[in-house]
């Protein structure tokens, strides 16, 4: 009985699931992402299976849904660029990262909206502002110009692959004639 009773306080006193962080409500992110406009539109696509693929294919990482929402900042008539929130696992919970373009298609932030594991796990801004000023190249991949997290190899691995979809994305998107022009 008395060992019985143990298991059952064991089970009663750990947890079974890391309570989720979130950090920035969409709203939120979205004012953080243009600050200065004043309108911030936003548009479902729906790739196409070729797009999908093409996706897939530049970015070196694989596309779940081809449904997704672009927003796009303005400020009168001036094109403030594009933001894109991709949500991935890390290892078996999600993470939601807001991807941040100017008009040119150039990182301007990469945001984590919510982080799902554990906590010790989650990138930081600093290691986000890696990002910053990037384009989609070959150099945009852990190992090359992106350092990785010391105990967070498949954060900073689901993180880099976030940002290579949605910059490839953004191309494929811009290639269809989908975006706005500056």
């Known amino acids: 009985m008395l060992r019985w009773l143990c298991v059952v306080t064991v089970a009663i006193l750990t947890p079974t699931q890391v309570p989720a962080v979130v950090f920035h409500a969409k709203d ?3 004012a953080l992402a243009f600050p200065t406009a004043d309108r911030v539109e936003n548009k479902a696509v729906i ?33 403030l660029g594009f933001a894109v929130i991709d949500t991935h696992n890390v290892r078996t919970l999600p993470e939601a990262v807001m991807v941040v373009l100017s008009p040119a298609g150039e990182v ?20 986000a502002k890696q990002f910053d000023g990037r384009k989609l190249d070959d150099d945009l991949k852990l190992g090359g110009g992106i350092q990785g997290i010391t105990g967070a190899t498949l954060t900073a691995t689901a993180m880099t692959s976030g940002v290579r979809r949605v910059l490839a994305l953004y191309t494929v998107l811009r290639d269809a004639g989908v975006l706005a022009k500056p």
């Open 108 to 127: 301007r932030r990469a945001e984590v909206l919510a982080f799902y594991e554990p906590p010790e796990y989650a990138p930081t801004e600093r290691w």
């Open 47 to 79: 790739l196409t299976d070729a797009q999908k693929q093409e996706v897939e294919k530049r970015a070196h990482a694989p596309v779940e849904s081809a449904l997704w929402t672009v927003y796009t900042g303005w400020h009168g008539s001036e094109l």
């Open 28 to 30: 939120e992110a979205l």
